[in-house]
């Protein structure tokens, strides 16, 4: 974990309490902290360099999103996300990606098109080398060009926070270097079918490429859980 950086003293305040919660979010999220594990306010507050104030603050917001519980005499406990978790958010996110696909399919522009080439271009340069970290910049990258081109700020708003929570779910679906392959693939299909401006197919694509991640994801969490 490194230390929470900050660069004035405006950033005590509420951006320091941000920067703090998404720390910590990240940990969980990634698996630094696993369900069970107790979140010390002193030991956090040392490792980031930072009073226990935007600590505890940090830790009530992770109770709100439920990724702690505050247990009397125990402290906050990590819960981390459930396989159910995955699959709700996976089938949210079939519904919201699809529908961002088909509004960028109508209403994305040239040079935002050619942004989403670009991307893809890249994430085959890094699958052929089986770079995990430039696929995961490359596969995010890709989705946001076509979030920026559905022209919807409250879809683009609930993406993200879709897109964060299965931030460890990604990297392990990018450490599969047939999934990697399969899911530049499907890039192909959706971007093909913007390009085309064919809202309905870029639509069905995504809702597919979205239930074949979800379902690698389970299979691969199944798995660990049996070992």
């Known amino acids: ?18 920067k703090v919660f998404i720390q910590l979010q990240n940990d969980i999220l990634n698996g630094l902290y696993q369900p069970g594990d107790n979140l010390i ?12 104030t935007p600590i505890r603050e ?14 009397p005499n125990k402290g906050a406990i990590v819960k981390g996300i459930s396989a159910q978790d995955i699959e709700d958010i996976y089938t949210i996110r079939m519904l919201i990606e699809g529908l961002a696909a088909r509004w960028a399919a109508e209403k994305i522009t040239d040079e935002e098109l050619k942004e989403l080439r670009e991307a893809v271009d890249l994430e085959e340069f890094y699958t ?26 409250p879809l683009m708003h609930t993406l993200s926070t879709f897109h964060h929570y299965v931030q460890r779910a990604r990297i392990s679906s990018f450490n599969d270097p047939e999934r990697a392959r399969l899911a530049l693939n499907e890039h192909k299909a959706i971007l093909q079918a913007i390009m085309d401006h064919d809202a309905g197919k870029a639509e069905k694509l995504t ?3 979205v239930r074949n991640a979800s379902m690698n994801l389970l299979r691969r969490k199944q798995t660990n859980d049996d070992e």
């Open 1 to 18: 974990m490194s230390k929470v950086e900050y660069d004035d003293v405006d950033n005590l305040t509420g951006s320091l309490r941000g």
């Open 41 to 52: 306010e002193t030991k956090l507050s040392e490792e980031l360099g930072v009073s226990r």
């Open 58 to 71: 940090a830790i009530r917001q992770l109770e709100l999103e439920g990724l702690v519980q505050s247990i």
């Open 128 to 153: 052929d080398r089986n770079d995990v970290d430039h696929l995961m910049l490359f596969d995010s990258r890709f989705h946001d060009i076509i979030f920026k081109a559905s022209k919807s700020k």
């Open 207 to 209: 809702t597919v490429h």
